[in-house]
């Protein structure tokens, strides 16, 4: 029900920023929001959540500080500010849906719905 597309990746140098953009075909009111990242040969991995309500957010300890996650629920999108960006945020970034869920955030079974993806890489 819900389809998500991802824009805004490239390739920066190392201390740049990029904006990530996740657009949902549907309603995304009352879903939690996630993005998670997949560098080669790596696991996916957990980045930022923030739940329907918007209340609070919650990074992984690799970002902190440098990455900031929005929601505007009206234009149905996510969005990923990174700054001060490095060679090790290089991956494949995905955005993540699920209904209003309690666990926590940082769950990756727990999202119903994925992105295709989009590439992000930043050179030393």
């Known amino acids: 029900q819900v389809q998500l597309v991802e824009s805004g990746g490239g390739l920066v140098q190392a201390g740049g920023s990029l904006r990530l953009s996740c657009a949902a075909s549907?309603?995304?009111?009352?879903?939690?929001m996630a993005w998670f990242r997949q560098a080669p040969g790596m696991e996916r991995e957990f980045v930022v959540g923030?739940?329907?309500?918007?209340?609070?957010?919650y990074y992984a300890d690799s970002v902190k500080g440098r990455f900031t996650v929005s929601r505007d629920d009206a234009r149905d999108t996510v969005y990923l500010q990174m700054n001060s960006l490095k060679p090790e945020d290089t991956a494949v970034y995905y955005c993540?849906?699920?209904?209003?869920?309690?666990?926590?955030?940082?769950?990756?079974?727990?999202?119903?719905?994925w992105g295709q993806g989009t590439q992000v890489t930043v050179s030393s």
């Open positions: 549907g309603r995304t009111f009352k879903y939690d």
């Open positions: 923030i739940p329907w309500s918007g209340a609070f957010t």
């Open positions: 993540a849906a699920r209904k209003d869920d309690s666990r926590t955030l940082t769950l990756k079974a727990s999202y119903l719905y």
